[in-house]
C-alpha cells in the first residue's frame, strides 16, 4: 500500500510541481517586492559604488579619478577620528545594552507583581521616534539636570554635558542604550522562556545557588539569543546616527561625528558626494566583516557553552 502511494505521489508531484513554478501567480506576487527592492535599495547602492570612483560632487560634470577618494580616506584624520569614536561608542553601548538587558529580562522573567505591566513598560522606548527621544533628552541635559546637579552639588552634572567635548559622548551612550535595551529585553525573554523549569528545580534539589544556576543552566540555554542580541546590537550601534542628529549634530566640534553623520553631512552638505560615497563602501565592508566575525566566535561560544 506504501509502495502505490509512493508510485502515486512520484508519479504525480513532478506535474504538480511543474504546475507550480509555471504558475504566473506566484511570480506576480513576488515580482513587486523584488522590484522595490532594486530601484529603492540595489539600483542606488550600485550607483553609489559608481560614484565613489569618481570627482562628483553631487551636481554637475564628473571625472572618473580611479582608486584616489579611497587612498584619501585612510589618510583623513577626520574621517579616522570618526571611526574611532564609532568603534568607542559601538563597543560600550554594546556590552552595557546586553548586561542590562539580561539583568532586567531576568528580573522580569521571574514571579514578580506587575510582571506584565513591567514588561509593557520598559518595552515602551522601542516604540518610540528615536528623533522625539533625542529631542526630549537634548532638552533635559540642557535644562533639568544642572539644576539636579546643582542641588545636589555635583560639579560635573551642573553644566550641559551635551556642550562639553569630553562629556557629550556619554549623554549619547545614555539616551542610545536605554532605547536600545527594550528591544534586547524582549529578545532575552523570549530565550528565557524556553527554559524549561525542571531543570531549576534539580539545581535547587543539588544545592546550586543564583549564580551556579545562571552559569550553568540559564546562559548556555540563551547562548543563541546573546549572539543575536550582540550581532544586532553591535550592528545597529556602527550606524548611530539619530541620536546623535538629535542631541550634539556631530558637536561640540566634531567630537561626536560618527561615520554614517559623517558620510551624511559631507555628502550632502559638503560637496563631497563621490568621496563620501567611498567612505560609505569601505564603511559597508567593514559592516560586514566586524557582523561575520562576531557572529563566527560568538557561535563557536555557543558550541563550548
Known sequence: ??????????????????????????????????????????????????????????????????????????????????????????????????????TVAIGLNSNIRFRNLLRAVYFLPNILSVLIVGFIFNYLFANLVPQIGQALGVAGLSKNILGDPGLAWTGILFVAVWQAAAFNIILYLAG?????????????????????????????????????NMVLAM??????????????????????????????????DGGQFAYQSANAVIFLIVLVVVSLAQTRFLQRREVEA
Open 1 to 102: 500500500m506504501s509502495a502505490i502511494s509512493r508510485a502515486e505521489v512520484s508519479s504525480t508531484s513532478p506535474p504538480l510541481r511543474r504546475r507550480r513554478r509555471g504558475n504566473p501567480t506566484y511570480l506576480l506576487m513576488a515580482l513587486p517586492a523584488v522590484v522595490l527592492f532594486f530601484v529603492f535599495h540595489t539600483y542606488p547602492a550600485i550607483q553609489g559604488i559608481l560614484y565613489s570612483f569618481t570627482n562628483f560632487k553631487g551636481y554637475g560634470d564628473f571625472d572618473f579619478v580611479g582608486l584616489r577618494n579611497y587612498l584619501q580616506i585612510f589618510q583623513d584624520e577626520r574621517v579616522l577620528a570618526a571611526y574611532r569614536f564609532t568603534f568607542g561608542f559601538a563597543v560600550l553601548a554594546t556590552v552595557l545594552v546586553n548586561v542590562i538587558a539580561l
Open 192 to 228: 528565557l522562556q524556553t527554559i524549561p523549569y525542571d531543570l531549576y528545580e534539580s539545581a535547587d534539589i543539588d544545592g546550586a545557588g543564583p549564580w551556579q544556576k545562571f552559569r550553568n543552566i540559564t546562559f548556555p540555554m540563551i547562548a543563541a539569543f546573546f549572539t543575536i
Open 235 to 268: 550592528k545597529g550601534f556602527l550606524q548611530v546616527f539619530d541620536q546623535i542628529v538629535a542631541l550634539t549634530g556631530g558637536g561640540p566640534g566634531t567630537s561626536t561625528e560618527s561615520v554614517s553623520l559623517l558620510i551624511y553631512k559631507g555628502g550632502f
